[in-house]
């Protein structure tokens, strides 16, 4: 049987696999949560090490936006042009 992972085993995927049949709609949101604040910390973490740490909060939002959002979108809603300023 192939996995979903080339590091996982049949036996710990399947042990996975019913964990999360298991698990509450809640539960399952609050793992996404947790996730999505991970991916937060660590793309604003990449931001301050690419900038440096002294970075104004708004230049770190735009910065942060600008990851995730077109450049139209950007020059269009916050007068930032991520071509111009770096991401």
């Given at each position: 049987?192939?996995?979903?992972?080339?590091?996982t085993?049949?036996?710990?995927?399947?042990?996975l696999?019913e964990?999360?049949?298991?698990?509450?709609?809640?539960?399952?949101?609050?793992?996404v949560?947790?996730?999505?604040?991970?991916?937060?910390?660590?793309?604003l973490?990449?931001?301050r090490?690419?900038?440096?740490?002294?970075?104004?909060?708004?230049?770190?939002?735009?910065?942060l936006?600008?990851?995730?959002?077109?450049?139209?979108?950007?020059?269009?809603v916050?007068?930032?042009d991520?071509e111009?300023e770096?991401y």
């Amino acid at each position: 049987m192939k996995t979903q992972s080339r590091d996982t085993t049949p036996e710990v995927e399947e042990i996975l696999v019913e964990r999360y049949r298991q698990m509450s709609p809640q539960e399952k949101i609050g793992i996404v949560r947790d996730l999505n604040q991970t991916v937060l910390t660590m793309a604003l973490a990449g931001i301050r090490h690419r900038h440096g740490p002294n970075l104004s909060e708004r230049e770190t939002r735009l910065r942060l936006a600008a990851l995730w959002l077109d450049r139209d979108t950007m020059i269009k809603v916050y007068g930032w042009d991520p071509e111009v300023e770096g991401y």
